[in-house]
């Protein structure tokens, strides 16, 4: 499995992109990214998933270049809400196989 | 939206009692996973399940065991309980592509 390496911490201001990157220099061809956010006292929540290029929904963009070797989630006008973990996970989706939950990064959005 | 519930948010043991901690979810979903969560350590998997009586071991899976009888429940099992097993854990379920993982609300166990 790919391990994933990421910031341990990050601060933003309100209304500011923040962008996360992730590194996965071992991906393997059938491996997905997917990203979770973790508030305090909560389970992670799923975010966004992809394969290559850009994808974007209601809550963030995922960018993966051509290589794959890393990727990066964007959070657009972050408030203070989005203040939470941020998992990068990589793994092929196929029942049998595991994922890595990472150590995340800390975001911190200030007023 | 999925629901993954959790028997409890809050528990207290004592060292050496059985403890079970349960899990329910409500979209028909084929896996289902156990992590605990420490401070600097992250999430850990302790055992997953791909269907019902099949298991498989995770990262962490010494003095834990699991069951599942029925496709909407997971039990973990902590047989013998010890301090070290002190943690917040969190139960997950996911369709058949297991990157897309439902998170319940934890269940923060204190064993003294």
């Known amino acids: 499995l790919a391990k994933t390496t990421q910031p341990i911490s990050m601060d933003s201001y309100e209304g500011q992109e923040v962008n996360i990157t992730c590194s996965h220099n071992n991906i393997a061809t059938n491996d997905y990214i997917t990203w979770y956010q973790q508030f305090p006292s909560q389970g992670p929540r799923f975010i966004i998933q992809g394969y290559k290029t850009k994808v974007t929904n209601e809550v963030a963009s995922l960018f993966i270049p051509a290589d794959r070797k890393s990727s990066t989630l964007s959070l657009p006008r972050v408030s203070l809400s989005d203040t939470a973990v941020y998992y990068c996970l990589v793994g092929s989706g196929n029942q049998g196989g595991k994922l890595i939950f990472g150590q995340g990064t800390e975001l911190s959005v200030k007023p | 939206d999925v629901k993954v519930t959790q028997s409890s948010r809050y528990l207290v043991k004592r060292t050496g009692e059985k403890v079970f901690l349960e899990c329910v979810q409500d979209?028909?979903?084929?896996?289902m996973f156990w992590y605990r969560q420490d401070p600097g350590l992250g999430l850990r998997l302790i055992y997953f399940?791909?269907?019902?009586?099949?298991?498989e071991k995770g990262d962490i899976p010494e003095g834990y065991s699991v069951s599942r009888e029925k496709k909407e429940r997971f039990s973990l099992i902590l047989e013998s309980a010890s301090t070290n097993q002190t943690s917040m854990y969190l139960c997950?379920?996911?369709?058949?592509?297991?990157?897309?993982?439902?998170f319940g609300p934890g269940t923060r166990l204190t064993v003294t």
């Open positions: 399940s791909y269907d019902v009586k099949m298991k």
């Open positions: 997950a379920s996911s369709p058949r592509d297991i990157n897309e993982q439902y």
């Open positions: 979209m028909d979903h084929e896996n």
